[in-house]
């Protein structure tokens, strides 16, 4: 079953085309990947699932029926762009946010009793936001986003901040928020993490999609896994290297830059390409 699906949408801004009938499948209790460079329209349609604007023509499906005002009680939303009040204390803030989401203060109280006794940060209930670091801070966004156990999740960039520790902690309980139900919609630049979370993947770029479909079967169709890599330093150097775990098939010189046309194994990832050589040269 299709749990949200963009049907045909479309968003411009003055003379800015945001979205051009953007299609969007994301099937019940998975992690789908959102995926596109700066500008290419994911925040636009982020933002127009979470109502926070309109499409100017296509819709939205949600749980099978169009997508109403009252929804977005069953929408968590962590936003690239954090949103907490620096002013405020963190207990009192994390309080007022859930109570907007539709909990009480008892029930609110109870579940980030739990959050906080899990993320080991009950001494930071009395401190203002401002008091702590960007990675705290984003720990109390998301403990505020899932609190009210939405059936969607939204997580625009949500690793950014995190050192590697935390940002594997924060990894284990999107999983976790799967394995209870949730349908995850991840948006991110780190192909790392689509690759080691995600089920489904869009890819969007200039308002259009361009790739949609299980990882898996994307791997399939590109299965001759020829990657274009681009790098400045030691020709020499890095055919050497390359060659000791891939097949180079050639290396191009151009105005000083070289490309280098690898076929990677199957198991392989881009990210573990690029580590065997990152340390001796430039990657473009």
Known sequence: MMFLEAKQVVKKYANHLALNEVNLQVPENSI????????????????????ITGPDSGEIIFNGRPL??????????????????KKMKVGEQAVYLARMKGLSRNDALKKLKYWFEKFEIQPWWDKKVEELSKGMQQKIQFVVTVLHDPKLLIFDEP?????????????????KLKENGATILFSTHNMGSVEELCDHITLINQSKTILTGQIDDIRQSYKDNLIKLDFAGDRELIQTKLSDSFKVEKIEQINGLHTAYVKMPDETTINQMISTVINDVEIQ
């Open 159 to 175: 690793f950014s901040g995190f050192d590697p520790i935390n940002a594997n902690i924060l990894k284990q309980e999107i999983l």
């Open 32 to 51: 789908y990947g959102l995926l596109g460079p700066n500008g290419a329209g994911k925040t636009t349609l982020i933002r127009i699932i979470n109502q």
């Open 68 to 85: 109403k005002s009252e929804d977005v009680h069953r929408i968590g939303y962590l936003p690239e762009e954090r949103g907490l009040y």
